[in-house]
């Protein structure tokens, strides 16, 4: 509120989903003869170009937020949290949410204005805030 405005200021969002579109993401699975299987790890495997984009769009949109989002772990987000802070790879923030539960709050948030994604079936439920990204490549 500067110089009598009373309307209320909501910073724009724009959400990028790590698995998929800045790497792709393969479960190390551990298996014993008679316990079930279960993850011990990941195996990231970094897009480059995702990751310069990132770089160009704070760069060139300051005011708008980039946030990251994973649906697999709250472990890969530390993973890839750590990766990212040690590339200063800028962004604003990051989280780990199901996926029903993010679909089901996204409705919501007027304040989000895109959602990057290369999963299509995944892209269906963001209604027109999906934006596809072929896997790898720019977006």
Not at 34 to 40: G, M, N
Not at 109 to 115: A, F, S
């Amino acid at each position: 509120m500067q110089h009598g405005d009373l309307a209320i200021h909501i910073q724009p969002r724009a959400i990028v989903v790590i698995e998929g579109v800045l790497a792709q993401v393969h479960p190390i699975r551990e298996q014993k003869l008679l316990r079930r299987e279960r993850v011990t790890g990941y195996h990231i495997a970094w897009n480059e170009i995702p990751l310069k984009r990132c770089i160009y769009l704070k760069e060139r949109w300051p005011d708008t937020a980039l946030e990251l989002v994973t649906f697999v772990s709250a472990d890969l987000l530390e993973t890839c949290l750590d990766f990212l802070s040690d590339t200063r790879i800028p962004y604003d923030g990051a989280s780990y949410q199901p996926f029903d539960k993010f679909c089901n709050s996204l409705r919501y948030q007027q304040d989000v204005q895109t959602v990057f994604d290369s999963d299509m079936e995944r892209l269906q439920s963001y209604g027109q805030k999906g934006v596809a990204v072929l896997r790898g490549e720019d977006f």
